[in-house]
């Protein structure tokens, strides 16, 4: 093949780091729907096969930190990713083994998403797993986004209100090193997010509309993904986010109905 065949379109590139959902609405195939739907060429290193579906988790088996290893080499000495999502790890020595290569091969825009419980409330993290995500994956981030429950646990402090948000991501950016995005709902601030920037040391706040619809299945996942294409892509934070929550709300407006339990979005919403 000589250089004119192999010549051809360019595409910015994303990594998501996660679990596979087996029933499509979150995790790995979530974050390749939204990674696509948003630019950029998706690329995977799974974490932990899930038995799930819209109703609950029925299983999880974790990958081996070695064969994730040679998963993020297999990706990083191929085709270099322009940004990161993380998403579930649910124990101590995956994390230590994403710290070591992303560290190794000097990753760019990492988005972290703590997942810790599923939307069906399964947990998905070992306790041991804790500390070692908030001492070792955390300040490798250019952004986590946890949800209120999870900025809980990572302060271990009560959010009751707007102001309570805040705080938790100003504690968790000055203690992490890295900007905080805290996501609204859970019954505060509606759907309103509030970011804390790590050196210009500025709060910010993206206001939404909460949409009135029971199939959440995969919105963080989806938000977080949508956030690390955008960066993929050379867009700055801010704009990053106010992109991805408008991808999120159209998803969510578009109104897909599967499943019996709370499902998941309309990523092709644009091409149904």
Known sequence: M?????????????????????????????????????????????????AQNTCGVRGIVETSPDF???????????????AVKIGMVSSTALIEVIAEKLKFYGAKNVVVDPVMVATSGARLIEDGALDALKRKLLPLATVITPNIPEAEILTESSIKDALGMGQAARSLSEKCGCSTLVKGGHSIND?????????????????????????THGTGCTLSSAIAANLAKGIELEEAIENAKAYLSA??????????????????????
């Open 2 to 50: 000589d250089s004119r065949e192999k010549e051809g379109r360019k595409m910015r590139t994303a990594l998501s780091i996660a679990g596979s959902d087996s029933s499509g609405g979150a995790g790995i195939q979530a974050d390749i729907k939204t990674m696509t739907m948003n630019g950029v060429y998706a690329m995977t290193a799974i974490t932990a096969l899930t």
């Open 191 to 215: 759907a309103n997010d509030v970011l804390f920037t790590i050196g210009t040391s500025k709060e910010i706040w993206f206001q939404g509309k909460r949409i009135s619809n029971p199939n």
């Open 68 to 82: 994730l290893g040679q998963q993020l080499d297999a990706v990083f000495e191929d085709i270099f990713p322009d």
């Open 251 to 272: 998803v969510l407006a578009a109104m897909l109905d599967l499943g019996r339990g709370s499902g998941p979005l309309a990523h092709n919403y644009k091409i149904l």
